[in-house]
T-cell receptor, first 114, second 113 residues
Framework: GDSVTQMEGPVTLSEEAFLTINCTYT??????LFWYVQYPGEGLQLLLK?????DKGSNKGFEATYRKETTSFHLEKGSVQVSDSAVYFC?????????????FGKGTHLIIQP | DAGITQSPRHKVTETGTPVTLRCHQT?????MYWYRQDPGHGLRLIHY???????DKGEVSDGYSVSRSKTEDFLLTLESATSSQTSVYFC????????????FGQGTRLTVV
């Protein structure tokens, strides 16, 4: 079946550091890929998405590129802030979250220190 | 913010008792989902609905049932709660059109003692 693999962390960085959170996937078809973020005590919010190979999703300074050849969707940000501390989930879906829903990775806990 | 309300937000119950969690949406989205979130597992799909009275099982459906009698409400029932069902439960909705995102509720923290 389909699966998503990401580093679990916690990942601890200093403010203004460069961030990479790796995400790789296994899928039988050509899914859409997503990054969701969960702040403490809250539900998940969509951070960015990409629907086909070579698409780049971006939002709030975060970027991720859909790499079909390496089955990856790594999340990057050039300069992190304390407010970026959260849990980040990589996910895939064949129909944008409709029909069969999303398949999630286990989540990466990110801690940014001032 | 998408109009999704989960109730209750917190619940403690005893092993063997029935429990029902409610998800209410005001977006008129077709698809609704129940996920559970556990450390080391991320989010896993329990059940989903693709219309009124149309539901299907997800990855971890054993011990859970669902009902959707109206577009706006999706109920998750634990017929006889067990300690392994202690978790945080999230409801999500999606229009399912094209590659639209799923919107999540705030979650329900359930503790089975």
């Amino acid at each position: 079946g389909d699966s998503v693999t990401q580093m679990e962390g916690p990942v601890t960085l200093s403010e203004e550091a460069f961030l990479t959170i790796n995400c790789t996937y296994t899928a039988t078809g050509y899914p859409s890929l997503f990054w969701y973020v969960q702040y403490p005590g809250e539900g998940l919010q969509l951070l960015l998405k990409a629907t086909k190979a070579d698409d780049k999703g971006s939002n709030k300074g975060f970027e991720a590129t859909y790499r079909k050849e390496t089955t990856s969707f790594h999340l990057e940000k050039g300069s992190v802030q304390v407010s970026d501390s959260a849990v980040y989930f990589c996910a895939l879906s064949y129909s944008g979250g409709g029909a069969d829903g999303l398949t999630f990775g286990k989540g990466t806990h990110l801690i940014i220190q001032p | 913010d998408a109009g999704i309300t989960q109730s209750p937000r917190h619940k403690v119950t005893e092993t063997g008792t029935p429990v029902t969690l409610r998800c209410h949406q005001t977006e008129n989205h077709r698809y609704m989902y129940w996920y559970r979130q556990d450390p080391g597992h991320g989010l896993r799909l329990i059940h989903y609905s693709y219309g009124v009275k149309d539901t299907d099982k997800g990855e971890v459906s054993d011990g859970y049932s669902v009902s959707r009698s109206k577009t706006e409400d999706f109920l998750l029932t634990l017929e006889s709660a067990t300690s392994s069902q202690t978790s945080v439960y999230f409801c999500a909705i999606s229009s399912g059109q094209g590659n639209t995102e799923a919107f999540f509720g705030q979650g329900t923290r359930l503790t089975v003692v």
